[in-house]
């Protein structure tokens, strides 16, 4: 039965490098995942950056089209003004042709503004596009990288796998079985070791019969409280090696 034990402890160990390995393996994808969605955020945003600039570049040439009709209805204007005789008719087209000379002052400031702001649209866009390409890059190689981990954690997983079955395989069906439910039970853990009176796994206290059964090792001895698996110290150690 101590040989069981042993093996027993072994398994424990074994199973937390299988968690360990197996978590590993999981989470490549999830930080591939991570990456590319950054990218494609960094990406997005460089891309609505050239459309604010074009934007501008419209809304610019918007008002130049309005300026250029305001100057042509200002330039029929004053011919009339030249040749009208009717003061009021003057009067009229006079005050037509000043509203329009704000309005072409005024398109030509908005302008001139939209302008300058489409070149800062220009070269932030040039700066997130210089980056986003330096991260295409960076997200490539770990593309690759990605590749040969999953590759080589697969291997060493299946490694774990094959050694866990090879030592799985001489202990009895009540050890493995018990091993199993506790181990489901307790997140993974189902042997504690005796550490002086008291169970390592929950800190309770064992009765002294306990304590000589535990220490004799002949036997498959259930914590009363948490209901891991009970070994002694020599006993852990020997599985820990």
């Known amino acids: 039965m101590k040989e069981q034990l042993v093996s027993l ?12 390995q197996t978590k590993r393996l999981a989470s490549i994808p999830e930080e591939l995942g991570e990456r590319e969605a950054a ?39 004053e011919e009339q003004i030249h040749g009208a005789r009717d003061a009021g008719a003057v009067g009229v087209a006079q005050h037509e042709a000043d509203g329009l000379r704000a309005k072409v002052a ?79 039970a307790r997140q993974g853990r189902a042997v504690a070791v005796m550490r002086g009176n008291s169970c390592s796994g929950c800190g309770s206290n064992l009765p002294p019969n306990e304590q000589v059964k535990v220490s004799a090792a002949n036997a498959l001895l259930p914590c009363r409280s948490c209901g891991r698996i009970l070994v002694p110290q020599e006993v852990w150690a020997a599985g820990a090696e």
């Not at 604010?52 to 250029?68: G, M, W, Y």
Request: proline letters at 1%; glycine letters at 2%; aromatic letters at 4%.
């Open 9 to 20: 402890v072994r398994l424990q160990h074994l199973d937390e490098r299988i968690r360990t």
């Open 39 to 77: 990218f494609s955020a960094r990406e997005a945003a460089a891309e609505q950056l050239e459309a604010e600039r074009k934007s501008c570049l419209a809304r610019a040439q918007d008002l130049e089209n309005d300026v250029a009709k305001h100057e042509l209805r200002i330039t029929k204007l």
């Open 106 to 184: 005024a398109a030509q400031e908005e302008a001139l503004q939209l302008l300058e702001e489409a070149d800062r649209y220009s070269a932030d866009r040039d700066t997130a596009r210089a980056e986003v390409e330096e991260q295409r890059k960076e997200l490539e190689s770990f593309r690759e990288v990605v590749v040969s981990d999953e590759a080589s954690l697969g291997e060493a997983l299946a490694a774990l796998q094959g050694e866990r079955a090879e030592l799985e395989q001489p202990l009895s069906t009540a050890a493995r079985e018990l091993y199993a439910r506790v181990a489901d």
